[in-house]
C-alpha cells in the first residue's frame, strides 16, 4: 500500500496545483467542509509557528476533523532519526516507531522541522520530513523543512487573486538584510513555484554567495523551459526592480557560509540597502509587494511599502487557511496506491 504526499510542489503536476487552487477559492467563499469529518490530524512543530498552527489547527476543525498539536522533546518524547543508532542520547523513541504509531491514530501528518543551520550538506537531505514520509502509512504534509509548499499555494492564490494569469509576468525574489541567516525554504519555494506558472523570474541577491541551491536552481530553469517562463539572477536592484509586476522579499543565509554565522555576517551587514523601500518599488510597473510574514518592519520593508494598497502580504497569509484546506481535501481523497 502506498500513499502520496504533500511534500513538494514539484511532486503535483499542472492540473492537480490548479485543482487545489480552485477548491481553495471554493473554501474561502463556503468555510465549512466535510472532508475530514471523522478524521484527524497531527502536527509536530519542531519549531515555532503562528500563521500554520493557527490555519492547519483552525483549517482541519472547519472541515469537521481534529488536530492534534505536538512538540517533540516538550508535550512528546524527543525523536531519533538516526538508522541503526544505539539510542544511549537524549531521544527516548526513534521516527520509525512515531510515524507508525501515529499512522495508526490519525488519517494525515504534517511536520514543521527547520534545519540546524551547522551542516547544508546534512540539512539539505530533509531528513526529518523524509523519514516521516518514508515510514508513516498516512500522508504526511510538509509544514516547511527545507521547502515551504503550502506558502507556495497561498502565494499563487494571492497572486492570481490580483493579477489573473501569471504568465510572463515579471516576478522579482529579493533578498534583504535580516541580523541573523535564515532558512532558505521560502526561497527555494517561491523561485519554484513561480517558474512553474511561467513567470520571468528574477533572483535578486547581493552577490553569488546569496545564491539558491543548485537543486532548486536547476529545477526552476526546468520549470521556466516547460512553461515559456525565464530565470534571471540579478546583483543589481535598480535593474532588478525596474518594470516588475511583484516583488516577493525573504531573507535567507549565505549557503558558502553555512554554520559559520561570524563569517557571513560582515557580508550581511554591507547590504541593509536591500531593503524593499518606496524608492525601489517605483521602479516597478506600479507592482505588487508580499511577504511570507513573520517581517521585521524598517528593516527587510519599510512601513510604507508594508501598508500600502499593493502589498497583499495579509492577503497571502489569509490563504494558508483555503489551501492547507484543499491539501487535506486532495490527500484524503486521493486513491490508496497498489490497494485492490
Not at 519549531?47 to 505536538?70: D, K, W, Y
Not at 531573507?251 to 558558502?256: V, Y
Amino acid at each position: 500500500m502506498t500513499v502520496r504526499h504533500f511534500l513538494n510542489t514539484q511532486d503535483w503536476n499542472r492540473a492537480e496545483l490548479d485543482a487545489m487552487l480552485v477548491q481553495a477559492a471554493a473554501f474561502k467563499h463556503q468555510v465549512q467542509g466535510s472532508a475530514m469529518q471523522g478524521k484527524s490530524i497531527a502536527l509536530l512543530f519542531f519549531n515555532p509557528s503562528l500563521r500554520t498552527r493557527t490555519s492547519f489547527e483552525l483549517g482541519a476543525s472547519q472541515l469537521g476533523g481534529h488536530a492534534v498539536i505536538l512538540v517533540p522533546g516538550q508535550d512528546s518524547w524527543p525523536i531519533e532519526f538516526e538508522l541503526g543508532t544505539v539510542m544511549d542520547g537524549a531521544a527516548e523513541e526513534h521516527v520509525i516507531e512515531v510515524a507508525r504509531v501515529l499512522s495508526r491514530y490519525v488519517d494525515l501528518i504534517g511536520i514543521r522541522c527547520f534545519p540546524k543551520f551547522q551542516d547544508w550538506s546534512v540539512d539539505r537531505q530533509d531528513q526529518v520530513l523524509r523519514a516521516f514520509a518514508q515510514h508513516a502509512t498516512v500522508p504526511v504534509i510538509n509544514m516547511e523543512t527545507i521547502t515551504h509548499p503550502c506558502q507556495e499555494m497561498a502565494h499563487v492564490m494571492a497572486m492570481q487573486e490580483r493579477l489573473g494569469d501569471l504568465r510572463q509576468r515579471k516576478y522579482v525574489l529579493t533578498w534583504t538584510y535580516h541580523p541573523r541567516p535564515l532558512n532558505t525554504a521560502v526561497a527555494n519555494s517561491a523561485l519554484m513555484i513561480a517558474t512553474r506558472f511561467g513567470m520571468d523570474v528574477t533572483l535578486l541577491c547581493p552577490t553569488p554567495e546569496y545564491l539558491l541551491d543548485e537543486r532548486y536552481m536547476a529545477t526552476a530553469r526546468c520549470n521556466a523551459a516547460e512553461t515559456g517562463g525565464s530565470l534571471t539572477v540579478s546583483h543589481d536592484p535598480e535593474s532588478a526592480y525596474r518594470n516588475a509586476d511583484v516583488i516577493y522579499a525573504k531573507s535567507w543565509g549565505a549557503l558558502p557560509y553555512f554554520g559559520r554565522w561570524d563569517e557571513e555576517r560582515p557580508l550581511r551587514e554591507r547590504y541593509r540597502h536591500f531593503i524593499v523601500d518606496e524608492a525601489k518599488m517605483a521602479l516597478t510597473r506600479q507592482g505588487l509587494f508580499s511577504h511570507c510574514l513573520p517581517l521585521r518592519r524598517n528593516v527587510k520593508a519599510t512601513d510604507a511599502v508594508l501598508d500600502s494598497a499593493t502589498c497583499f502580504a495579509i492577503d497571502e497569509a489569509e490563504n494558508r487557511l483555503h489551501v492547507q484546506k484543499a491539501i487535506m481535501t486532495a490527500l484524503l481523497e486521493q486513491p490508496v496506491l497498489g490497494s485492490a
